[in-house]
């Protein structure tokens, strides 16, 4: 029983560990945890049992396995991933087409952030990664984010070997939000997604209505999400699910609008006239489903390439 006992401890710690970019360590100190582990017979684990000696076997063998890994491959990329966060995400692509993380690093404020300290920070992991052949050689070329072009080209031509690019997918990713900042288009329809959404959401005898359509239309109700401005800014997310939810509702919507009931609240309720006039205008409609969709088609881009990782020939400039 007591081996039954430790091995079900040393898994339950494993899982903490592993998951730890979605569960917290201050979780096992939750009661209910507690409880559980007491009903099916096992004892409480602190955070120290985490964090302590385990932790820093578990580190120890990662950093073992990284250094097989990079000892064994003849070649390697380096990603960088942050430039302009407060933590830069290094890691190291590999010919069979893994990926291990090397390391992060807290970066300077972006007054102190010079291309030369990015150099010198691609240099020194890139010499790290090869330290067991001696060889920086062996670094075929470094991907980062387009705010690290100048000191990639830089590279570049310091070290001619190299085959330096911006990434892809946060290319992409960015142009949605270069889009939204520079297209009325993209700031019209959401905002007016966000008007429709938020009156619906916020007027209960008119919700009524959307409810009883949506759960005809779609065999359920539910509230439509609001996305706040500016809607230019991060990855343009929110504001996409709710263009998704605005399109879906489309025909609970114009059926809601066509009602008796909210032709009355129209009579007194000046929102409720300019949101009906929207709701039954085909370029309002217009609008949304075209942002949508260059938007999906960008995104749907994006998991392709995360997904398929193609090679550097199949790589558009962005």
Request: aromatic share 8%.
């Amino acid at each position: 029983f007591h081996m039954v006992q430790h091995t079900s401890i040393l898994l339950l710690t494993d899982w903490f560990l592993e998951s730890s970019g979605s569960a917290s360590l201050s979780a096992v100190e939750h009661p209910k945890l507690k409880n559980f582990l007491r009903q099916v017979g096992l004892p409480e684990i602190s955070r120290a049992d985490l964090a302590g000696a385990r932790l820093d076997a578990r580190f120890a063998e990662a950093r073992a396995d990284a250094t097989a890994c990079f000892r064994e491959a003849r070649f390697f990329q380096l990603a960088a991933d942050g430039l302009r966060e407060q933590v830069i995400t290094l890691s190291v692509n590999l010919p069979n087409d893994t990926s291990v993380f090397h390391r992060a690093v807290p970066m300077p404020a972006p007054a102190s952030a010079s291309p030369d300290y990015a150099q010198e920070l691609f240099l020194d992991a890139a010499s790290s990664v090869s330290a067991s052949s001696g060889d920086i050689r062996h670094c075929a070329g470094i991907i980062a984010d387009r705010f690290g072009s100048k000191t990639l080209r830089d590279l570049e031509t310091k070290h001619h070997w190299m085959v330096n690019l911006t990434c892809q997918v946060h290319g992409l990713s960015r142009l949605v939000s270069d889009m939204a900042r520079e297209l009325p288009l993209f700031n019209n329809a959401a905002s007016n997604c966000a008007k429709i959404a938020g009156y619906f959401n916020t007027t209960p005898s008119v919700r009524a209505l959307l409810h009883k359509h949506q759960v005809q239309e779609h065999g359920h109700a539910f509230l439509l999400p609001i996305a706040a401005p500016p809607y230019n800014g991060g990855e343009f997310a929110a504001a996409f699910v709710m263009l998704e939810s605005i399109l879906t509702s489309a025909r609970p919507l114009q059926l809601a609008v066509l009602e008796e009931s909210y032709k009355v609240v129209c009579i007194d309720d000046l929102s409720a006239r300019e949101i009906a006039a929207m709701v039954q205008n085909v370029a309002f409609w217009t609008e949304v489903e075209a942002t949508h969709s260059v938007v999906k088609m960008i995104m749907d881009l994006v998991k392709e390439m995360e997904t398929e990782r193609p090679l550097v020939e199949q790589c558009p400039p962005l």
